[in-house]
């Protein structure tokens, strides 16, 4: 079947997949290509200045069915001349629009709209604001509250006019000033009071720049009842006492993103009451320094109670984010999450101020622990603690010294460690069952390496990445490399780097020729090692099937050699 006679749905369908080139190239094939063609490349149109405004109402005006084909319109500034009259122009020439988005103070645009959507125009519009804004806090803070901020009336009243059919908005829920528990979505005159409903309303984001109530999130989600997915991006939450009221479940909600700069016991507390059903859940707590308000924000350390309550909470998820930056008490959180079975994937990171989980119960069976802090007062011997320890796939450690041997005596099953070399001697630790090693140093000990390589029986893959400016020597005599990968971070004036392998006790000697690893001769080898001290590698081991070397030449950038044993 040629182009020109496919089904018009799949010539839609694969323009869909291309990319702008594509898509323009392929409507030139034929008619039908160009008729199809219509519907991808006219579907979003981005207005990043006032000219284009203008010019975008030219086009339309002398190929009006063009903007019929028009879904989403995102303004990037304003018209330049007559503003309303282009707007108005604009909302006549796109009948079928459904979403309006702005990243400038587009009071004009709104009121136009507003008149026009009232005289039938727009009928299929239900989405309106940035719907771009990232999910996390620093966006919505500097980038995402522009539109918001001199128009923010004339998008309230847009929103009201668009009430029945609304999808997707955004909400101003910062308090008015620190003594105020009255949010500025609720400001005169009363566009949206808290006896509005937007029923419609499925994508629902609040936002802060400063301090908010929970009492007034709680009025602003009683205004989208049926929201399944709902972004809240605030500095901190506080309580006002005088108006704290019962939470009444909303089991509605089944994607939750919370970005705060600081977490307290009562928004906790609040989430976890009053989002019941949720499915996908990302919460992230940043660095509370970087708070603009006045109040001192404290530490975060989650209580005794709380901390089960969290995990349990957060265990009834299918998928979980979870990011808590300045926490006090990471360990005894840790503890806590650990001490339930987790269906899936999930991966914790550790640190002494830091927790952060990954979990997605649909993925196959796979556990992994970052952990860089100290673990002296670790009781690795708890039960609970034992039994996570010991189904880890993979664990990464800090500088390594004898305080972790009995965290990695308890990791029987571990198939990858990434660790740093921590400037020990040697290695008197326990054997351990790993395949894969990944080792970061600046201080690189092959007597270390050694030791080690001799308790790991099943080790076929080691990633080393090194920062040296001499040769490097690995000294493993037990192991039968599948994969060898040695990246050296530090600077070599050579671009070539010579090999001396002794393997199963057999020497072989090779240089690298334009990035190809060859051997040869022993007379040219020692020739060669003197010339280029700083770029040497002797390499002992029982076997090798594959070595990868990258090394930076100064001046030069970077190098990679791949060689394979036969």
Same mark, same amino acid.
């Given at each position: 079947?040629?182009?020109?006679?496919?089904?018009?749905? /799949?010539?839609?369908?694969?323009?869909?997949?291309?990319?702008?080139?594509?898509? /323009?190239?392929?409507?030139?094939?034929?008619? %039908?290509?160009?008729?199809?063609? $219509?519907?991808?490349?006219?579907?979003?149109?981005?207005?990043?200045?006032?000219?284009?405004?203008?010019?975008?109402?030219?086009?339309?005006?002398?190929?009006?069915?063009?903007?019929?084909?028009?879904?989403?319109?995102?303004?990037?500034? *304003?018209?330049?001349?007559?503003?309303?009259?282009?707007?108005?122009?604009?909302?006549?020439?796109?009948?079928?629009?459904?979403?309006?988005?702005?990243?400038?103070?587009?009071?004009?645009?709104?009121?136009?709209?507003?008149?026009?959507?009232?005289?039938?125009?727009?009928? =299929?519009?239900?989405?309106?604001?940035?719907?771009?804004?990232?999910?996390?806090?620093?966006?919505?803070?500097?980038?995402?509250?522009?539109?918001?901020?001199?128009?923010?009336?004339?998008?309230?009243?847009?929103?009201?006019?668009?009430? +029945?059919?609304?999808?997707?908005?955004?909400?101003?829920?910062?308090?008015?000033?620190?003594?105020?528990?009255?949010?500025?979505?609720?400001?005169?005159?009363?566009?949206?009071?808290?006896?509005?409903?937007?029923?419609?309303?499925?994508?629902?984001? *609040?936002?802060?720049? #400063?301090?908010?109530?929970?009492?007034?999130?709680?009025?602003?989600?009683?205004?989208?009842?049926?929201?399944?997915?709902?972004?809240?991006?605030?500095?901190?939450?506080?309580?006002?006492?005088?108006?704290?009221?019962?939470?009444?479940?909303?089991?509605?909600?089944?994607?939750?993103?919370?970005?705060?700069?600081?977490?307290?016991?009562?928004?906790?507390?609040?989430?976890?009451?009053?989002?019941?059903?949720?499915?996908?859940?990302?919460?992230?707590?940043?660095? %509370?320094?970087?708070?603009?308000?006045?109040?001192?924000?404290?530490?975060?350390?989650?209580?005794?109670?709380?901390? %089960?309550? &969290?995990?349990?909470?957060?265990?009834?998820?299918?998928?979980?984010?979870?990011?808590?930056? #300045?926490?006090?008490?990471?360990?005894?959180?840790? &503890?806590?999450?650990?001490?339930?079975?987790?269906?899936?994937?999930?991966? @914790?990171?550790?640190?002494?101020?830091?927790?952060?989980?990954? =979990?997605?119960?649909?993925?196959?069976?796979?556990?992994?622990?970052?952990?860089? &802090?100290?673990?002296?007062?670790?009781?690795?011997?708890?039960?609970?603690?034992?039994?996570?320890?010991?189904?880890?796939?993979?664990?990464?450690?800090?500088? /390594? +010294?004898?305080?972790?041997?009995?965290?990695?005596?308890?990791?029987?099953?571990?198939?990858?460690?990434?660790?740093?070399?921590?400037?020990?001697?040697?290695?008197?630790?326990?054997?351990?069952? @790993?395949?894969?090693?990944?080792?970061?140093?600046?201080?690189?000990?092959?007597?270390?390496?050694?030791?080690?390589?001799?308790?790991?029986? !099943?080790?076929?893959?080691?990633?080393?990445?090194?920062?040296?400016?001499?040769? /490097?020597?690995?000294?493993?005599? *037990?192991?039968?490399?599948?994969?060898?990968?040695?990246? !050296?971070?530090?600077?070599?004036?050579?671009?070539?780097? *010579?090999?001396?392998?002794?393997?199963?006790?057999?020497?072989?000697?090779?240089?690298?020729?334009?990035?190809? &690893?060859?051997?040869?001769?022993?007379?040219?080898?020692?020739?060669?090692?003197?010339?280029?001290?700083?770029?040497?590698?002797?390499?002992?081991?029982? +076997?090798? $099937?594959?070595?990868?070397? %990258?090394?930076?030449?100064?001046?030069?950038?970077?190098?990679?050699?791949?060689?394979?044993?036969?």
């Amino acid at each position: 079947m040629t182009a020109s006679n496919l089904p018009f749905e /799949i010539q839609q369908i694969i323009l869909s997949h291309l990319n702008s080139t594509a898509q /323009i190239q392929y409507s030139l094939v034929s008619k %039908h290509w160009r008729a199809a063609a $219509k519907h991808v490349l006219f579907d979003t149109i981005y207005l990043p200045s006032g000219q284009k405004v203008d010019e975008c109402v030219d086009l339309l005006l002398v190929s009006s069915p063009l903007g019929e084909f028009v879904k989403k319109l995102v303004f990037l500034t *304003c018209a330049s001349l007559n503003e309303a009259k282009q707007y108005s122009s604009l909302i006549h020439l796109t009948p079928n629009l459904k979403v309006l988005a702005t990243e400038k103070s587009s009071n004009r645009l709104f009121q136009t709209a507003i008149q026009e959507v009232r005289s039938g125009h727009w009928k =299929h519009l239900h989405s309106i604001g940035d719907l771009s804004i990232e999910n996390d806090y620093d966006s919505v803070t500097e980038m995402g509250t522009e539109p918001f901020k001199s128009s923010v009336l004339d998008y309230y009243a847009l929103a009201s006019v668009l009430q +029945d059919r609304l999808s997707a908005f955004v909400f101003d829920i910062t308090s008015i000033d620190n003594s105020s528990v009255e949010p500025y979505c609720f400001q005169l005159p009363l566009y949206i009071t808290r006896q509005t409903r937007f029923n419609a309303l499925k994508d629902l984001i *609040c936002f802060s720049q #400063g301090t908010t109530t929970i009492e007034s999130l709680d009025d602003t989600l009683a205004l989208c009842q049926n929201a399944t997915e709902v972004k809240l991006s605030v500095h901190h939450f506080r309580t006002s006492k005088e108006r704290w009221r019962q939470i009444e479940p909303n089991a509605s909600v089944k994607s939750l993103s919370v970005f705060v700069t600081k977490f307290t016991e009562a928004s906790l507390g609040y989430i976890y009451r009053k989002f019941s059903a949720v499915k996908q859940l990302t919460m992230h707590a940043l660095d %509370h320094s970087i708070s603009n308000t006045d109040e001192t924000i404290d530490p975060l350390e989650v209580p005794v109670d709380m901390k %089960h309550q &969290l995990a349990y909470y957060v265990h009834s998820t299918t998928t979980s984010d979870i990011w808590f930056y #300045g926490i006090n008490n990471s360990i005894e959180l840790f &503890l806590a999450f650990v001490s339930m079975q987790w269906p899936g994937e999930m991966q @914790i990171n550790l640190e002494s101020n830091l927790f952060q989980l990954q =979990h997605d119960s649909s993925k196959p069976k796979h556990s992994e622990l970052h952990i860089d &802090l100290d673990i002296g007062g670790l009781n690795v011997k708890q039960a609970t603690l034992r039994d996570y320890l010991n189904q880890l796939d993979v664990l990464s450690i800090g500088p /390594i +010294d004898v305080r972790y041997y009995p965290l990695l005596a308890q990791c029987t099953r571990i198939r990858v460690l990434r660790m740093y070399y921590g400037n020990p001697s040697g290695y008197q630790g326990p054997t351990l069952a @790993i395949s894969r090693l990944i080792l970061f140093s600046e201080d690189y000990n092959a007597n270390f390496l050694k030791e080690f390589s001799a308790s790991t029986p !099943n080790l076929r893959h080691v990633n080393l990445v090194l920062c040296t400016f001499g040769k /490097i020597e690995i000294d493993t005599p *037990c192991v039968s490399y599948d994969s060898l990968c040695v990246e !050296n971070l530090g600077w070599i004036m050579q671009s070539s780097v *010579c090999l001396l392998l002794i393997r199963s006790g057999i020497q072989s000697y090779y240089k690298t020729i334009e990035n190809r &690893l060859c051997e040869i001769g022993i007379d040219e080898f020692k020739g060669q090692a003197v010339k280029m001290d700083r770029a040497k590698v002797e390499l002992i081991c029982n +076997d090798i $099937k594959r070595l990868e070397i %990258h090394w930076r030449v100064k001046d030069s950038g970077r190098v990679r050699i791949l060689h394979d044993f036969y």
